[in-house]
Structure formats: C-alpha cells, structure tokens
T-cell receptor
C-alpha cells in the first residue's frame, strides 16, 4: 500500500505543451510538497501546502501552478513546457512541516 | 538563507568498511538535521535525523553526530553492505515564518564494493 503515490512515473512531451502530475498521500499528513531534482541530483523545493494552504512558493516560473483539492492531494500543472523543465519531480508529505518527509517515487519529465 | 555543503560527492568503500559523509550548515538557527537515502529510481527515504539539542544518535549500523559550535554534522555507516550503495543527502531545517524550511546538501554517491 503505497504511502505517497504520484503519476505518471514517466512523462515525455514536446516543448510548448501543457502537462499535469498528480500526487496522493494516504498517511494522513497535513503538509505536502513538490521538489525538483535536476540531472546533478540536486533537490530543490518548489511548493509546499499545509492543509490546502500554500505556505512555500520558491522562485518558480509562473508556468508552474500547484493545486491542492484536499490535504491528501497535491497536483502540479505545467504550462508551455520548456527544455529546461526536464527533471525528476518528487512529491512528498509530512505530518509536521519540514520534518520526516515521505517522498513519492518521482516523475521523470523529458521535454523534447 | 541557509547553505548546506556536503562532501565528498562520491565515496567508494570496500564491503565491511566504514563510510563517513560530512555536512556543514551556515544558519545557526537550524535545529533539525535529517539524512535521506535515495536508491536508483526511487524517492529519497529518511534514514536518521537529529535535533540541535542532541550531539549523537545511533540506529544499528548508522549514526549521526552534530557539532553545533562548528555547525557541522556527519553520517557514519559501519560494516557497510552492498545494499548501502545509494545517494545520501543531508539537510538542515529551521523554523521560519510559521513552518520548518529544509535545505538539502548536493548528495553523496556511495558505492560499496563487494
């Protein structure tokens, strides 16, 4: 029974397209996150929601828009995809913000 | 903001030997220091964490030490096994604006040679 699940696992798309990644957690956590991991493995926070409220919004292009319909779900929509968006995107959740993060298995996005 | 430096970036050890990964942080207000292990094709997984009021914590073959004065903390893995091969991330976290903000190190790729 997967704790943090995200779909799809792989996403290959053309420049300029719009795509979404979905995330769900069944741990009953209050906080969810989106992280971006580049080709050098660096992990960078993008967004964080606590009880459906946006609490962290790092310097991310406006083309990225997170949505949290309820505290168990956090989706990421990306408009007008660019080559530089290619990366692995991880969803995560935690009971207390910033502590003991549980990560999903990642979505590898390739923009051609 | 917080800056976390991690080294080495790669580490190869023989099976059975010990491995040590070191991190330094810049913000003296950081109070929580987790370590994550990322296996190939998977998301990072928390393996051990330590708070600023503790100097050392151990869990079987894994231990973490924290020196608040010097602002550095280390991960020690003893009796390494091939399944310890992975990328390890340190992180430092501080309370700011109502929530804990986490900053990750760049990661250390550990290879355990059988």
């Amino acid at each position: 029974d997967t704790a943090v699940s995200q779909t799809p696992k792989y996403l290959v798309t053309q420049m300029g397209n719009d795509k979404s990644i979905k995330c769900e957690q069944n741990l009953g956590h209050d906080t969810m996150y989106w992280y971006k991991q580049d080709s050098k493995k660096f992990l960078k926070i993008m967004f964080s929601y606590n009880n459906k409220e946006l609490i962290i919004n790092e310097t991310v292009p406006n083309r990225f828009s997170p949505k949290s319909p309820d505290k168990a779900h956090l989706n990421l929509h990306i408009n007008s995809l660019e080559l530089g968006d290619s990366a692995v995107y991880f969803c995560a959740s935690s009971q207390n913000t910033g502590e003991k993060l549980f990560f999903g298995s990642g979505t590898q996005l390739s923009v051609l | 903001g917080e800056n976390v430096e991690q080294h080495p970036s790669t580490l190869s050890v023989q099976e059975g030997d010990s491995a040590v990964i070191k991190c330094t942080y810049s913000d003296s207000a950081s109070n929580y220091f987790p370590w994550y292990k990322q296996e190939l094709g998977k998301g990072p997984q928390l393996i051990i964490d330590i708070r600023s009021n503790v100097g050392e914590k151990k869990d079987q073959r894994i231990a973490v030490t924290l020196n608040k004065t010097a602002k550095h903390f280390s991960l020690h893995i003893t009796e390494t096994q091939p399944e310890d091969s992975a990328v390890y991330f340190c992180a430092a976290s501080r309370y700011s604006g109502g929530y804990q903000k986490v900053t990750f190190g760049i990661g250390t790729k550990l290879q355990v040679i059988p």
